[in-house]
């Protein structure tokens, strides 16, 4: 009879653990990402989309007649796209302030400034007539330097100015703002 009442007490123990039921229950929900286009460009001396000003001394005949170069100024991109990159000047002819009586030509831009990419780590291809060595005539219009530039957090360029202002200007300080734009593609 012992064994009679632990086999039934066996079998309803197992035949209970077969019905038993789950304690848990699961739920979703959905998540979405809402990603804009990003863009940021700063010159890397300031860490700003500002550049430190550039001074290009002019002290022999020589500076005056074959011209004054500068040294790099290096340029960070930062985006989430494929972008290409312009530059311009403010005017075409050079802002001037100097002592008074100075007799002061206009200086227009376009005979005096020029720009070369010294280095290209963009991604993206310099475009013609831009290239190392070659210094190009900057105006008022734009001109596009660099296209296909990829996306990426540290995408980065560098220029060289040449200033060769002859002798028919007057003593003093000439100013042009030179403004690079980088647009996404």
């Not at 005539?137 to 990829?150: A, E, Q, T, W």
Request: charged share 15%; hydrophobic share 35%.
């Amino acid at each position: 009879m012992k064994k009679i009442v632990l086999f039934i007490l066996i079998i309803s123990c197992l035949s209970g653990a077969a019905f038993a039921q789950s304690s848990s229950v699961s739920g979703h929900q959905i998540v979405n990402l809402q990603m804009n286009n990003i863009l940021e460009f700063t010159f890397t001396n300031t860490n700003s989309n500002k550049g430190g000003t550039v001074t290009i001394p002019f002290s022999t005949m020589r500076d005056y007649t074959q011209g004054v170069s500068t040294g790099e100024q290096e340029l960070r991109i930062r985006t989430n796209k494929k972008f290409a990159i312009g530059v311009k000047t403010s005017a075409s002819y050079f802002d001037y302030s100097g002592a008074a009586g100075t007799a002061a030509t206009a200086m227009p831009v376009d005979s005096v400034l020029g720009v070369e990419v010294a280095s290209n780590h963009t991604g993206g291809q310099v475009l013609p007539p831009f290239g190392s060595g070659r210094y190009v005539s900057l105006s008022s219009r734009n001109l596009d330097i660099v296209n296909n530039g990829s996306h990426g957090s540290d995408q980065r360029f560098s220029v060289k100015y040449k200033a060769t202002p002859g002798l028919s200007h007057g003593t003093g300080t000439y100013t042009v703002d030179v403004i690079f734009t980088a647009t996404q593609q």
